[in-house]
């Protein structure tokens, strides 16, 4: 019942900017998601970069940390992520993840991960190419 669906990908040049969208639908009132944005790039594992709990908590990986903001909108059931700086090692399929938060606690501590094992819900990705 729950899609996710990304946007926003493109060609970039080093340094410069993008930002990626994550519309989802099919969440409930009733419900906590943990939101998040992987990567993979060609003959690479699947990367998490960002996460950010049901309380504006937010985790980043190293690689990114600085350049790359997640940031989501309630009101409009949508994940960014506002990608700054960016460099030709960021180039990559992005996608966005979600997690049904199963627990008071996941809630209370407003639950991220960078495990891509712990999402249940996937995006068809986006392309993001940086080149000059």
Do not use: H
Request: proline content about 2%; aromatic content about 14%; some cysteine.
């Amino acid at each position: 019942e729950v899609q996710l669906v990304e946007s926003g990908g493109g060609l970039a040049q080093p340094g410069g900017s993008l930002t990626l969208f994550c519309v989802a639908s099919g969440f409930t009132f009733t419900n906590y998601y943990g939101m998040g944005w992987f990567r993979q790039a060609p003959g690479k594992e699947r990367e998490g970069i960002a996460s950010i709990g049901n309380n504006g908590r937010t985790t980043y990986a190293d690689s990114v940390k600085g350049r790359f903001t997640i940031t989501r909108d309630y009101a409009k059931n949508t994940l960014s992520l506002q990608m700054n700086n960016l460099k030709p090692e960021d180039t990559a399929m992005y996608y966005c993840a979600a997690r049904l938060l199963g627990s008071s606690w996941q809630q209370w501590v407003g639950w991220t991960s960078l495990r891509e094992s712990e999402f249940g819900y996937w995006g068809l990705g986006t392309q993001v190419t940086v080149s000059s």
